[in-house]
């Protein structure tokens, strides 16, 4: 059942609205086609992670099991289920990107940012995402993606422009 939204929430009416409308293209019973769309709008709007309490209120939104929407949120790798800087940075190091470099252009971006994949600058500005398997772009080797932009055939000295130029 879901709760009266004057009720205190950390899912803004607007993202709320954003969801029900998302889920108003599937048929009735079909809500859970909804839930990649609904945790994108929730992670966007609590400054790129997705707690417990707030997957809850996504599935309640929803209408369905709360376990339906964290299985969701665990598997993707584009969703966070902890905090992380307002950044999210990844390098891809499958097979063209490591054959291109893309192993050195992590490991510079490690010793850049003074941190590990999978950890946070001290500032909270950027998150040195996870390695990811592959980002689709293999044409464009070594390639790494900035909150979901893509930035392909990238140099350190590329790396570095990127990663100044986040506020």
């Not at 709007?45 to 665990?74: F, H, K, R």
């Not at 992590?106 to 600058?121: A, F, M, N």
Request: proline share 4%; charged share 25%; glycine share 8%.
């Amino acid at each position: 059942m879901r709760r009266d939204v004057s009720d205190k929430t950390l899912l803004p009416v607007a993202a709320r609205a954003a969801i029900r409308e998302s889920a108003g293209r599937f048929p009735r019973g079909r809500q859970r086609s909804a839930v990649l769309d609904a945790l994108r709008l929730a992670q966007e709007g609590n400054g790129g992670w997705l707690s417990v309490e707030l997957m809850d209120e996504v599935a309640e939104e929803l209408e369905l099991p709360p376990i339906q929407v964290y299985e969701v949120a665990t598997f993707y790798s584009m969703f966070q289920v902890r905090p992380v800087g307002r950044h999210c940075v990844s390098v891809c190091t499958n097979i063209s990107c490591w054959l291109r470099g893309g192993e050195e252009l992590l490991q510079h971006l490690e010793s850049r940012l003074g941190i590990s994949v999978g950890e946070s600058t001290f500032d909270g500005r950027i998150f040195l995402k996870e390695e990811e398997e592959c980002l689709a772009a293999c044409t464009g080797a070594p390639m790494m993606m900035v909150d979901h932009s893509y930035h392909e055939n990238v140099t350190p000295e590329e790396a570095d422009r990127i990663i100044e130029g986040l506020g």
